[in-house]
């Protein structure tokens, strides 16, 4: 099992900046890759960036520009930075990682508790 727990979400103006980061728990796991979703009232929930493990990212096309995600492999954290807020980034932001365990060809998905971002004046 692993664990994931996200911190660094709030309340931020138009405009504004926040990060957030993840960090992952467990025993004797390989990180493939982790990834950022988000999910809005009413809304379904969506990919906002991944990164895996060799450093390709790839980010939604919402937030290309305003978003970077970014790693610390020897913690096991995922980051997300996020600049020039707006009012429709707000959304419950989640964590996910995808790891091995024993077999490194089976990857296993796991997802945080969530943080929410509100940005609004």
């Known amino acids: 099992q692993v664990q994931l727990v996200e911190s660094g979400g709030g309340l931020v103006r138009p405009g504004g900046s926040l990060r957030l980061s993840c960090a992952a728990s467990g025993s004797a796991f390989s990180i493939n890759a982790m990834a950022w979703y988000r999910q809005a009232p009413g809304k379904q929930r969506e990919l906002v960036a991944t990164?895996?493990?060799?450093?390709?990212?790839n980010y939604a096309d919402s937030v290309k520009g305003r978003f970077t995600i970014s790693n610390d492999a020897a913690k096991n954290m995922v980051f997300l930075q996020m600049s020039m807020l707006k009012p429709e980034d707000t959304a419950v932001y989640y964590c996910n990682a995808d790891v091995s365990f024993t077999n490194p060809n089976v990857l296993h998905r796991y997802w945080g508790q969530g943080t929410q971002v509100t940005v609004s004046s």
């Open positions: 990164r895996t493990s060799g450093g390709n990212t």
